[in-house]
């Protein structure tokens, strides 16, 4: 049996509004209690910031921040279905003039945005569970020199997954665990 998500915005000027979902399993939304507690933990860092949320999904993490007063945001999935949601669920909160949405491989992605020098103040990455995405992930956005020297990246894996403690300049500094799912919290260590 399928399981079916609602997804809302939670707070912001999108406050209420109801996100398109993609029927089957091949994406896990993050449910509003973690989305929720993730957004508390990060709360004074939002207004202003610039966005990137790769492995987007439905685009909730992105679309939550734009609400709560991020200045862009740039969403990254490789499903065209996907991308499609993404877009959709931007018009219905209007929030899309802030909003890009690109339709490609991570990597390949993530080094374009390092040639057009661009850099994120916050990076949601929400890959496959149980591939080892996430330190190759981060490898790659440290590699690319994507994030601002005092920028955080959320990393939300399964429980199971093994993910490194320090990625180049990176290391994780705290981590919250909710049932299966744990949210690593990772940021440049202090030089």
């Given at each position: 049996?399928e399981e079916?998500v609602i997804?809302?915005?939670?707070?912001?000027?999108a406050?209420?509004h109801?996100l398109?979902?993609?029927?089957?399993?091949?994406?896990?939304p993050?449910?509003?209690?973690?989305?929720?507690?993730?957004?508390n933990?990060?709360?004074?860092?939002?207004?202003?910031?610039?966005?990137?949320?790769i492995?987007?999904?439905?685009?909730?993490?992105g679309?939550e921040?734009l609400?709560?007063g991020?200045d862009?945001a740039?969403?990254?999935?490789?499903?065209?279905?996907?991308?499609?949601?993404?877009?959709?669920?931007?018009?219905?909160t209007?929030?899309?003039s802030?909003?890009?949405v690109i339709?490609g491989?991570?990597?390949?992605?993530l080094?374009?945005?390092?040639?057009n020098?661009?850099?994120?103040?916050i990076?949601?990455?929400d890959p496959p569970?149980?591939?080892g995405?996430?330190?190759?992930?981060?490898k790659?956005?440290?590699?690319n020199?994507?994030?601002?020297?005092?920028?955080?990246?959320?990393a939300?894996?399964?429980?199971?997954?093994?993910v490194?403690?320090e990625v180049g300049?990176?290391?994780?500094?705290?981590?919250?665990?909710?049932g299966?799912?744990?949210i690593?919290?990772?940021?440049?260590?202090p030089?």
């Open positions: 049996m079916f997804l809302r915005v939670i707070a912001g000027t406050k209420g109801k398109k979902t993609i029927k089957g399993l091949t994406t896990r993050t449910s509003d209690k973690v989305k929720g507690s993730v957004f933990i990060l709360a004074v860092l939002i207004p202003e910031a610039k966005v990137l949320d492995y987007a999904g439905t685009g909730s993490l679309i921040a609400s709560r991020a862009s740039v969403f990254v999935d490789k499903s065209s279905e996907c991308s499609l949601t993404i877009r959709e669920n931007l018009a219905h209007k929030l899309e802030k909003a890009t339709a491989d991570v990597f390949v992605i080094n374009k945005i390092s040639k020098n661009k850099k994120f103040d990076i949601f990455l569970y149980g591939k995405l996430v330190g190759e992930t981060l790659s956005i440290v590699e020199d994507i994030i601002v020297p005092e920028g955080i990246i959320v939300e894996h399964d429980v199971a997954d093994m490194p403690e300049s990176l290391k994780r500094y705290r981590w919250q665990k909710y299966d799912t744990v690593s919290f990772y940021r440049s260590n030089v």
